[in-house]
C-alpha cells in the first residue's frame, strides 16, 4: 500500500474537496481519497504508487493546482495486535 499527499491549491470550500475527491476516484485505483480545503491537502491511499504527472493533469482538469506531490510506504494501523505466539 502507498500513501500519497498531495499540496493543492486553490480548494475554497467542502464542494472544492468533493471535486478533487471525485476526480481522484474516476481517474486512479485507489483504497481511500480524503481532501481537505482547510489544510490544502489531498490523503490518496492506493495499492499501488500513482503516476505523479497523471495526477497533476487529472487536477488541473478540475481548475485546481498541484503544488507538492509526496509519496510514502502505507500500512494499517489496527486497534487490535495479534500477538505471536
Do not use: W
Not at 49 to 78: F, H, N
Amino acid at each position: 500500500m502507498v500513501k500519497t499527499v498531495l499540496k493543492i491549491n486553490g480548494m475554497a470550500c467542502s464542494m472544492c474537496e468533493s471535486h478533487i475527491n471525485n476526480v481522484i476516484r474516476s481517474e486512479f485505483d485507489v483504497k481511500k481519497v480524503k481532501a481537505s480545503h482547510k489544510t490544502g491537502t489531498a490523503e490518496i491511499i492506493s495499492e499501488n504508487a500513482l503516476d505523479k504527472d497523471r495526477l497533476e493533469r487529472a487536477i488541473a482538469q478540475t481548475g485546481y493546482e498541484v503544488e507538492a506531490y509526496s509519496s510514502e510506504p502505507y500500512e494499517k494501523k489496527s486497534l487490535f495486535r495479534r500477538s505471536e505466539h
